[in-house]
């Protein structure tokens, strides 16, 4: 009887392969209100497997949320929440009560979903374009995105945006901050394991036998390599 390679079992998602310890809490907005909430910044927290620390907003007693921290936040500062919110750092205003040439961050997809991109530390986008109830949003990749003018953000850039410059001095060091996301490490390539350990494994010449691109939709114990990548290689000089 046949035993489950590792990538197979890490694949499928298993409790023991989740970084649930020592969370804090999820970074979401408040729940959509047709008035303006107003609160005030009570903590700023870290938590593991998160690069920027967290903001304890309290709006009311043991009544709050935790929001991603942008540059320039204070303990003890006011945060507003709402359309009618003055344009200042930390506050939550809709998208289409945001200027042209502002730098948001934590921005909604849909209206009331809490937040889904630019959360990472130094992430951020700029309001481009308002037409009709939708807004044209530009990221630092150039990339633009178009979403409707009732979804939140916040104005600021994510703080901690200098972390990565830092290079990790000790392997232990990286373990550990790779350990809190879930994530392993040290990690061996997969030509370098028995055929029973990888799919890339096997073999005398050190070559995985096979294409190393998947689709993304692959089984767990498929999905190794490269991953829904549309080329494998470096891109050939067209000749003139």
Do not use: W
């Amino acid at each position: 009887m046949g035993k489950k390679i590792r990538v197979q079992r890490r694949g499928r998602g298993g409790l023991q392969f989740r970084a649930s310890k020592n969370k804090v809490a999820p970074a979401k907005y408040p729940t959509l209100a047709p008035e303006t909430l107003q609160g005030k910044v009570r903590a700023l927290t870290h938590e593991p497997g998160r690069g920027a620390p967290l903001a304890y907003v309290e709006l009311a007693p043991n009544q709050g949320f935790y929001q991603a921290a942008v540059e320039g936040l204070a303990v003890n500062q006011p945060v507003h929440v709402g359309h009618e919110a003055p344009l200042a750092v930390g506050n939550i205003l809709p998208l289409g009560s945001i200027p042209e040439g502002t730098m948001v961050c934590n921005i909604e997809l849909r209206p009331g979903d809490g937040g889904k991109i630019a959360r990472s530390s130094g992430a951020f986008a700029t309001v481009m374009a308002h037409t009709g109830d939708k807004t044209t949003l530009r990221f630092p990749s150039k990339k633009t995105v178009t979403l409707l003018s009732a979804c939140r953000a916040t104005i600021g850039v994510v703080s901690g945006g200098g972390r990565k410059e830092k290079p990790f001095m000790k392997a232990g060091e990286k373990y550990h901050a790779k350990r809190a996301k879930g994530h392993k490490y040290p990690t061996a390539h997969g030509v370098k394991m028995p055929a029973a350990m990888h799919p890339h494994g096997g073999g005398r010449h050190r070559r995985p036998g096979k294409s190393t691109t998947v689709s993304r939709h692959a089984p767990p114990g498929a999905k190794v390599g490269l991953i829904a990548a549309r080329n494998s290689g470096r891109r050939q000089r067209r000749r003139n």
